[in-house]
Every structure is written in C-alpha cells, then in structure tokens.
C-alpha cells in the first residue's frame, strides 16, 4: 500500500524563512572572513561553517518535520547528529574556497561539486535517520533532480560568496542573494521529499501521530540562539572590534590595517596613486604646547583631510604626524591637483585652546600599480619623496622619480657600511687654518672628518653626516674625531705652534647626557690643555631643550673650553638667546660673504658685528676666497677668516707644505 503524506505549510514557511537567515548570515561572515587574519580569520571560518551548516540541517530536519503520513515517525539520534556534521563541513568547504584573492575556475568547480554532494549526502542521511513502520523506496528522476539542484545551489553559494566578501554592510542586493540562496536550498529538500515513497501492507493510519510540537519547537529555539549569536558577534566586530582594530583612537580616521584592506579593494587599478603626508614641525608644537594640544591639532587636520575622501579615495592616519591618502585611479595631474588643494587647506589657522597654530605639511607623492607585490614599493617611494619635499624647504610636495630611488638605495648602503668604517680605519681627518687678518698670523684651525670609502671613493661629508646623525652614529664618529684632532693638536704644540683645534659637535651628542665625560677624557688622554679646545655648536640647538644645553655649555667652558656658534644666521634664528648662550665666538656662514659689495649685506653684516663687540664675542667669517673678500670684512670690523683664500682642508703632510708657503 502506497502512503501519501501532507505538508503543514506554516511549518514550510519556517524552513524556508530559516534557510533564508542562514544563507544571509553565511554572506555576512564570509566579509568577515575575507579581511580577517591569523587566528581572528580561523574564528570566522568555523563560526560561518557552523552557522550555514546548521542552518542547511535544520532547513532539512524541520522540513521533514512538515510532512504528515498519519503513521508514528522517529528519528535516529546518531544518523541525525552525522547529517548535521556533513552539512556543517560542506559549509566549511564552501568557506575554505574563498579564501584566495584569485580563484581559478577547476578550484571553484571542485568545491562547488563537493559542497553540493555535501548537501546532498545530508539530506538522504537525514532521511535514512527516518524510523517509520513502512518501506522507504525513492523515485530516480527526483534523486537525480535534487542532486542537480543541490549542486546548482552550492556553485551559486559560492559564486555570491566571491561577490560579497569585500562588502561588509547590509544592502538590498545582500537580502535578495540570500532568498535566493535560501530558495535553492528548499527546492532541493522538497525534491528530495518527493523523490521517497512509503509502502506498507495493512496500515491501520491514524490522525493521532502528528508532529512533535516539542521537538519543533527546540529545533527552531536552538536555531534562532545560534543566529542571534552569530548576528551578535557580527555587530559586535563591526562596531567594536572593527572600529578598535581599524580606527585610527585619536584621529578618527582609518589606520594601517585598514589602509592593507583598502589596498585590497582597489589592487585591481593599473594607476593608484599614494600621497605620503607629514606635518612639518609637529614636534615642536608637541613639545611647546603639550601633548593635549597636539592630539587635538592631529583631530583638526584629520577633519580638513577626510574631506578629501571620496569614493576610490581614502585617508589613513599611519603614524604620530603621518597621513596617507590613496586616491583610485589617479595620474600625475589628478594627483598634483589633490596635493597642491591637501596643502592650502592645512595651512590655515588652526584655533586650539586661544592659540592660533600654523602647521604646513610636506607630501611625497607616487603612482604605480595596485598589484600586492607593488604595494610596499609604492609606500616605500611616496616616503621618501616627503623626506626630499621636507629636504627642498617643507610645505610642498614631490614627486617620486628612479634618481631618487637610486639615491635611496645608495643612502641604505652607507648607513650600512657607516657602522664598519671606524672599525676599518676608512675615516681621517683634514685641517682648515683660520687666519687673523689684522695681525697677518695663523689663528687655529677646525678639524674636518672625511670618508675613504674602500668601493665608492671618497663620500662627501655633506652625504654621510646625516645619515650619522640619523643613526646616532655621530656620537662615536665625534668620539673618535675629538681624539685625532687634540692628538695632532699636541703634536703640534710640542713642535712650538700653540694654535687651538676646533670640532664640530652635533646635538645628538648633549642628548647623550656624557658630553663632558667625552671632553676630559680626550683631554686628559691627549694631554692637551682644555684653552686649545674650541667646541662648534649650530643654531638649530635652539629648538631642543635650551635650558639643558645652557647647563651642558656652561659645563663645558668651566673646564676651560672654547664655544662657537657655526654658520650663524643660517638656521632658526637664535638672537633672543645670545645673551643667554654662554659663547666665545660666532662664525658667520659664507652665505654672508657672497655679494660682499652690495650695501644690503655689507649692512648685515656690520649689525652682526656691533652685537658680537657688544657681547664680547670674536666674529669668524666663513667662506672667504678673494683678496677683496678680506678687505671688504677688514672694513667691517672682521679680522679673523677661514676659507679656500687662506687654505683648503688638508692633511698633515700638505699642512708641513703650506706652513713653509705661509707669511710668519
């Protein structure tokens, strides 16, 4: 006898409404999983797998559970429970596929066709789980139709999980995908339910078998925790972690890690361009005014950049002071114009706490390819087209060019061959005498350090000095320069000329907090007196803690020492605080010589010395190369000069030569 069951359509609109949440919160996470990473990733997998396995078996089970035969149905507790693993691992099969950024068509049908035999192999299980007191036969054409179907149902899950695994927020378009996700997967259970037939011989049937309430109503309460869970740990992520892990606490503006998912997202652009901000000065600003103040300065200045953002552009704060802005797809002129509008909207007046702040930024700018392998290089070019911009005067922008990126390249190899040149005896030093023009006589001389590189020749100290400062390799270098230079010093004075040596000093060396311990102990292992040492300090010390550095010069002229002031009136200018410098000297940088003749700078000039005669400090003028140079500063007042006129730097060898050239 052939059996005929019913279908309890309220509780077939449940399955499908169940299948339906499912398939939309399987879509959902797989954005989750897509941006994710590490352990964070791993967790998104077996949450999606669990939730869109148990979503599909409970589609099944309470699908079954709909179908009435008027004759007493259980269910197998064991083939149940591995009806619900199949499903849960098809689902993390369907996951797993979409992992790569690229998917090839044969991986795509692989786990297409294994997800698809996976919905598969749970539905006949499930329905094999079935006890009832009647033969089960199944009709071929419908296996095979549903088996077609589930197989159309897991190539178009996987088709939408490409789709949107980089779109992260709610859209009509997410919602229609997933009633048609949780469409497929119903026609597939209920072609399944045709294709069985129950068959039995002298069935008394009987209206009291009806459905289990309980079992339904557990089945469909577990389901709805496990989705209310799972949507919780969305919106959970979406707006706390995502916003702790991706935002940017100060500015508000996305950081790092959401600058690499960006990147993601437009890595299909043959032309994005990078623009690499960095306020010039802030430092200055953090120091002066406070940290408070320059957080909110940094929340001002992401205000005026995130009006920049658009669709295809992004700003990310990267760093203390840094900013980046990709802009998709960008060429040279759009990226000019966004740089030159980014630095006329940044400096204006910024209002924080009654002060009126100025800032300017200075941008590196460069245009590549979106492509993963090209991304770092193309960071890694705008940086170090925003340090020329800073090197060219700050507040412009520059872009990236291969001399450039040949100059960065030889830049690293010194750093790196900087840190074996002392070791490899590849410095020496050079003397520049300084000449007393008044009494026609010799007046000291500065000792100069210099780079035999053993492969590139001699390097330019104006190259290598600040990479040493940069790297703080300075402090040795001007450990081992004080030595040389009070050793041949006292060479020299034993030999009868009692002239001072005098060094260069960067300020890394007072940040050290043992620049005195450095001074005794090259004196005392010389044994030159300290009135033969003269220590060149330079202006831009005035924008570091002054009030140390007074302490550490005071410190240092109580020994005995000599102070001068290097290419005064080139830096920051430090005229306020002269009075207060405890000096000996100013050397006026050759900037100041060149166009002696005009009345302008001879004006200059004479203001400087009258101030330095008022403060009782000797004026050294740099830079001096002709007969009417000197007699231009005689004029002025100037007697001591030090320049190619009166001697190159030389060695000790040529210095024997010159001195028997010399007018005694």
Known sequence: MHLTGSFNYYIVALSIWISI??????????ARISRGSGIIRLFWIFVGSFVMGTGIWATHFVGMMAFHLQIQVRYDLWLTLLSMIVSVISSFIAFYITLPAKIG?????VGGFTMGIGIVAMHYLGMEALIVPAEVKYDIKY?????????AAAFTALLLFLKFRNQHSTSWLKWLSAGFMGLAVCGMHYTGMKAVQFTRENIPLSSRHGIDLYLLLGVTLLIFVIFLVSWCAILFDRYVLEKMAYRDTVSGLPNRNEMNRFFDTVGGQDSIG????????????????GHQVGDMLIEQ????LSEFAQSGREVFRIGGDEFLLISAPCDYEQAKILAEDILNSLKKVYSIQGNELYITASIGISIGSGQAKDRTALLKSADTAMYRAKGAGKNRYCF???????????????EKDLRLALDNDQFYLVYQPKWNARENLLAGWEALIRWKHP???????????PIAEETGMIVPMTRWTLLQACRQCKIWQDRGMHKPISVNL??????????RAMIRHALEETGLHPRMLELEITESMVLHDIQDIIGQIESLREMGVRISMDDFGTGYSSIGLLDRIPLDALKLDRLFINNLETPTKRAVISAIILMAENLELEVIAEGVESREHVEFLMQLGCHVMQGYYYGRPMNTDEIEMWMRTVTP
């Open 21 to 30: 949440m499912a398939s939309y919160s399987a879509l959902s996470i797989t």
């Open 143 to 151: 296996v095979l139709l549903s088996v077609f179907i589930a197989l």
């Open 506 to 515: 960067s300020v890394r060396l007072f940040q050290t907090g043992r620049l």
């Open 274 to 289: 990078v623009l690499y901000l960095d306020l010039d000065k802030f430092k200055a600003i953090n120091d002066t005014l």
């Open 301 to 304: 200045v992401a205000k005026r």
């Open 400 to 414: 990236y060019s291969e001399e450039m990126g040949h100059l960065e390249v030889r830049k690293m190899e010194l």
């Open 455 to 465: 492969r590139l020749g001699m390097v330019s100290p104006g190259e290598f000095i």
């Open 105 to 109: 068509k044969f991986k795509l049908a």
